[in-house]
């Protein structure tokens, strides 16, 4: 079997050399001396000159360690050519330099590339020891199985890459066989020590209290604890240590800390004279203290760093509690607003209910006195001399349509034409007679039957009004009795342009001077809180007249999209949202308008898109300079969540 273990051959082991003559030829030569045993030491002016020789020997190599030496240049520069290369970019690296200081290998340094400096002169074998070690290392990181790794040790049989001291050996050993190693030296000066059994709930040492013993922990647990000013802090017990009370030797014999059994103990006590004897009597004594000082030292370091980690983690996770929190109170917050906008619209349906309900009789007594007004005086003019005409005058004044003022200007110059006095034929259209005969047989009679015409038709156009007027406010009532109903469940067989109509008609007063277009489209009634949907016409309506600031021109355009589906878009041709500020029109308190934007109380579009969300709907809204477009979709089935209840 080969030295790998395995049927092929197995790769060269090289310890390369790079370094100018005549320096490197002394390297060479110590590390043959060293290494002979089991690497091909290779010498090499340059990292070109060593791959040549290389690529050369026709056989496959394992370059365990790099020897470089400061007369080649910067060494951050050799270390980056070092790491071009796969079959060098894990050696272990020595640098051999005859210079007091270096500024050129701080890249190095941070890329843990190097392993060992040697100073010129240096002690024969000093470099060949530290080559094999490192190569002991190398071997046993990157190829643990290989065979030649045993032949890498010293001559007593040791592993090289174990330290040599005592101390050293001491920190890489188990905390018990530290601790007993400490106890048997101890022992061999003072001799046997007496075992102290030890309860739960014992102070091995006390709070900023003098010290003049230490404890060796054989069996059991020691928590260290110190009270601040924030309360009692209590230490991690791995960070103890065996030996209690060696560090207070450091705080002028004040304990630091109070030292408490946790488990049942057994400890050894030693005085500070008992302590000082062992050390200085019997040398591997000060080994073991300084071993276990140094590792208590590391561990509580470790607890510290963990400690500090943890409280990192603990204030960022404060930090997104507290996020978190604050994002819950602007949530709570905006609630609170939509309950108020709420209550606003709650308070205001039941005004509206209350004086719709307190306007109904007066309308209806308007209503019928317009009614018996016009046939009361139909029933009295029968009897008057000039009855036909006159009735005939106030029937056609109460039952004429609208006209154009086109259409009007048309017949009064058919008049003028007919009577050849500007004046009379104003008078005759004021009348409402508009036919050029009629008219000039009314002219040939006495100034009495014209004005009598005029009162009649006054008479007429007087009652016309009153019942205009009364049926207005009739559909004005009637609309608010529909935007003031309860939406406690939604109801069937709503009609989306009803609601419309009756919203239309409430807003009236804010889309004066607006050009309103409306372009229906045949619907299937909804399933639907109806209140709600008119506070969501209201809104986006009331939003689009803002925008457009008295002038300009509003659509309301429907469509059924599918059998499931109907939509509402409500067009307005004002200056359009700011792209930058569109996806964050629907957030409660913040408004646009007229091209500005405002914080207040800004609550329409948030609810608006709330309602339509609580409906299982969608709301678009698409703006540019000249068309703003909100486009909601309502299912036809209603609100998913009250389906089926």
Known sequence: MNASGSGREPATLVALVIAPAPLGSAIAEELRDGLQDVAWIVAAGSVAEAREVLAGAGRESWIGVVVLTSGLGPIDALV????????????????????????????????????????????????????????ARWMHEQHPDDLRSRALVTHGGRPLQRPHSELLRGLELDPTEVTSRLLEAIERVLGPRPRLRLPV????????????????????????????????????????????????????????????????????????????????????????????????????????????????????????????????????????????????????????????????????????????????????????????????????????????????????????????????????????????????????????????????????????????????????????????????????????????????RLTAHRLRGIELVRRFGKLTPVRARAGQLDQLWTNLLVNAAEELDGSGRIEVVTDQLDEDHVRVRIIDDGPGIDPEVLPRVFEPRFTTKHGTVRYGLGLGLAITRRIVEQHGGTIELQSEPGRTVASVVLPIAGPPDDRGS
């Open 201 to 504: 709930g014992v102070r091995l040492t006390h709070q900023d209290v003098g010290v003049d013993a230490v404890l060796v922990v054989l069996q059991g647990r020691v928590a260290l604890s110190r009270t601040t000013e924030v309360g009692e802090v209590l230490l991690h017990h791995d960070s103890t240590g065996p030996v209690i009370g060696l560090l207070a030797l450091a705080q002028q014999r004040r304990a630091f800390f109070t030292a408490r059994t946790t488990t049942e103990t057994e400890v050894v006590h030693l005085s500070l004279e008992q302590l000082d004897r062992a050390v200085s009597t019997e040398p591997a004594v000060g080994d073991a203290l300084t071993a276990v000082a140094i590792r208590a030292l590391a561990e509580r370091l470790r607890r510290s760093e963990q400690l500090q980690v943890e409280r990192i983690r603990l204030n960022r996770d404060l930090e997104d509690e507290r996020q978190r929190l604050a994002t819950a109170l602007h949530q709570l917050e905006q609630a609170r607003l939509e309950l108020v906008e709420q209550a606003r619209f709650a308070t205001l349906g039941e005004l509206a209910a209350g004086i719709a309900h307190e306007l109904n009789n007066p309308i209806a007594a308007l209503r019928r006195a317009a009614s018996y007004v016009g046939d009361d005086l139909s029933t009295i003019l029968t009897s008057h001399p000039q009855g036909e005409l006159v009735t005939r005058a106030m029937a056609a004044a109460r039952d004429r349509a609208p006209s154009s003022t086109a259409d009007d200007r048309a017949k009064r110059r058919a008049l003028i034409d007919a009577l050849g006095d500007r004046a009379l034929a104003t008078r005759m259209a004021a009348a409402g007679i508009d036919d050029p005969a009629e008219a000039a047989a009314l002219a040939a009679q006495d100034e009495s039957t014209l004005v009598l015409v005029e009162a009649a038709a006054g008479i007429g156009a007087s009652v016309h009004n009153l019942d205009v007027a009364s049926a207005r406010i009739g559909e004005l009532v009637a609309s608010l009795k529909a935007y003031a109903r309860p939406d406690l469940r939604p109801t069937e067989g709503v009609d989306v342009h009803q609601g419309i109509e009756d919203t239309i």
């Open 80 to 135: 980056d050519e070092l790491e071009t290369d796969p079959g060098l970019r894990s050696a272990a690296t020595l640098l051999v330099t005859d210079r007091r200081v270096h500024d050129d290998l701080a890249h190095a340094i941070d890329r843990d590339r190097l392993d060992a400096i040697i100073a010129v002169p240096w002690t024969a074998g000093t470099l060949a020891t530290h080559a094999r070690s490192h190569l």
